[in-house]
Nanobody, 124 residues
Framework: QVQLVESGGGLVQAGGSLRLSCAAS????????MGWFRQAPGKEREFVAA????????YYADLVKGRFTISRDSAKNTVYLQMNSLKPEDTAVYYC?????????????????WGQGTQVTVSS
């Protein structure tokens, strides 16, 4: 079992920045590739970004490429999502997820463990 706890969400104006954190516990953090997803009201959960076990490879959804950066700190068992130039359409609940496979994946069912989510609201 892997437990994931997100933090860092909140209310920000358009053009602003937020950094989300996801603290992992329970199993060896470096054994898992990590991902961030988001879900807006009435919409399906969608992929945002993923990072490999080592942190050497990253993968982004086109909608956030160039604005968001995913990173991980193995010493702290934490993965981050730095979000810049935020837009109202980025408003959603953001979820952290972990998967034991090697490949970076963008599909919800490819991930084994999920956090409870943190709300991000971007006002116009």
């Amino acid at each position: 079992q892997v437990q994931l706890v997100e933090s860092g969400g909140g209310l920000v104006q358009a053009g602003g920045s937020l950094r989300l954190s996801c603290a992992a516990s329970g199993r060896t953090f470096s054994n898992y590739a990590m991902g961030w997803f988001r879900q807006a009201p009435g919409k399906e959960r969608e992929f945002v970004a993923a990072i490999s076990r080592s942190g050497g490879s990253t993968y982004y959804a086109d909608l956030v490429k160039g604005r968001f950066t995913i990173s991980r700190d193995s010493a702290k068992n934490t993965v981050y999502l730095q979000m810049n130039s935020l837009k109202p359409e980025d408003t959603a609940v953001y979820y952290c997820a972990a998967r034991s496979g090697l490949e970076l994946k963008s599909i919800v069912y490819e991930y084994d463990y999920w956090g409870q989510g943190t709300q991000v609201t971007v006002s116009s």
